[in-house]
């Protein structure tokens, strides 16, 4: 499994734009990159998958570029409610296991 | 759709006694499982890969006969701590792959153990 790395954490205030970037060096053929989202003392919360360009849904952007050893997480707009810890995981898409690993996560402080 | 349930919610037991968890997915067919373990501050740490039907997988250092994980139902999915001690104490949480999708996980909303 693709190990990833990400900065530890972020500040940010409301209203901006966030970018979270996540290196994946050993990024296999197969492999997708799926964000998470976790408050405390909650389970994570999928964001947005994806595996190469962009990927746009309601909450999030996933730009990921031709090389695939990288991928950002861009958060429109936030607001204090995005105060959490984002998770960036690589791994296969399919497979009889397919467990996902999880990093150490950016912790996104989000300032009024 | 895609909900999953975990009970108890928090739990608080003395050292020695065995605690189970469940793990439940109510609108949906889960044949893969996962549990994790969280201490604070840090991230999930992978403990074991629970298949309906079968014995559960686990991650190298966790021990399987003091986390016992059983897999009965394609719905159901439990996780027994048993003789638990102080160190046990943690946040639990499991994850359900929907059977027939692919990478995306459904995490339920975790199960706070802790042992006095």
């Known amino acids: 499994l693709a190990k990833t790395t990400q900065p530890i954490s972020m500040d940010s205030y409301e209203g901006q734009e966030v970018n979270i970037t996540c290196s994946h060096n050993?990024?296999?053929?197969?492999?997708?990159i799926t964000w998470y989202q976790q408050f405390p003392s909650q389970g994570p919360r999928f964001i947005i998958q994806?595996?190469?360009t962009k990927v746009t849904n309601e909450v999030a952007s996933l730009f990921i570029p031709a090389d695939r050893k990288s991928s950002t997480l861009s958060l429109p707009r936030v607001s204090l409610s995005d105060t959490a810890v984002y998770y960036c995981l690589v791994g296969q898409k399919g497979g009889a296991t397919n467990k996902l690993i999880f990093g150490t996560g950016t912790l996104l402080a989000v300032q009024p | 759709g895609a909900v999953v349930s975990q009970h108890p919610s928090w739990v608080i037991c003395k050292s020695g006694t065995s605690v189970k968890i469940e793990c439940r997915s109510l609108?949906?067919?889960?044949?893969?499982m996962f549990w994790y373990r969280q201490f604070p501050k840090q991230s999930l740490m992978l403990m074991a890969t629970s298949n309906e039907g079968s014995k559960a997988t686990y991650e190298q250092g966790v021990e399987k006969d003091k986390f016992l994980i059983n897999h009965a139902s394609l719905t159901l999915s439990t996780l027994t701590v048993t003789s638990a001690h102080p160190e046990d104490s943690s946040f639990y949480i499991c994850?359900?792959?929907?059977?027939?999708?692919?990478?995306?996980?459904?995490f339920g909303p975790g199960t706070r153990l802790t042992v006095l």
């Open positions: 050993n990024i296999a053929t197969n492999d997708y």
């Open positions: 609108d949906f067919q889960a044949t893969t």
């Open positions: 994806g595996y190469k």
């Open positions: 994850s359900a792959r929907r059977e027939g999708s692919y990478s995306e996980q459904f």
